[in-house]
């Protein structure tokens, strides 16, 4: 395989696991932290996620076409990489085009505490948050065990 190619591969999933975990893991919890405005932390909150799913939808797509293509020592269906990577990109979907609206429009008729609308939010919001636990875990697994089975020689 060539290098270049590697090379390219890495980075990519780099940038969209090293961007899940960091905002996820790192930036978030700090925004809720250190501000006194949960509504501002949420709305920024808001703001890195979209951008780590837009990574994802990008990186990903760009990863499941290389693999699909360039992988030939097990068959797609049996390379549980390739359907990790799949998971992955539909996870973030599911946050994209079905969570995140919903959430939205119930942001948007407010959230006062104890109403049905915020009540089911917090649902939503544990629900998504579920989901972008599993996308990081895979993405874990991807990195520390590689896109490619390492040929033993």
Known sequence: MNNRVMIGERLLLTLWVGSLWSIGYIAVPIL???LDDRHL???LALHM???VRLIGMVCGAALLVDLLF???DV???RNWRIWA???MLFLIAVSQFV???VMDSLRATGLAEGSESARRFDQLHHVASFLYTITSLLGLMLVVFGLRRTSSV
Request: no cysteine.
């Open 49 to 51: 996620f979209n951008a």
């Open 99 to 101: 969570l995140s609206p």
């Open 85 to 87: 990577v799949i998971m």
């Open 75 to 77: 068959p797609w269906r």
């Open 41 to 43: 932390a949420g709305s």
């Open 70 to 72: 360039t992988t030939r």
């Open 32 to 34: 809720f932290f250190s």
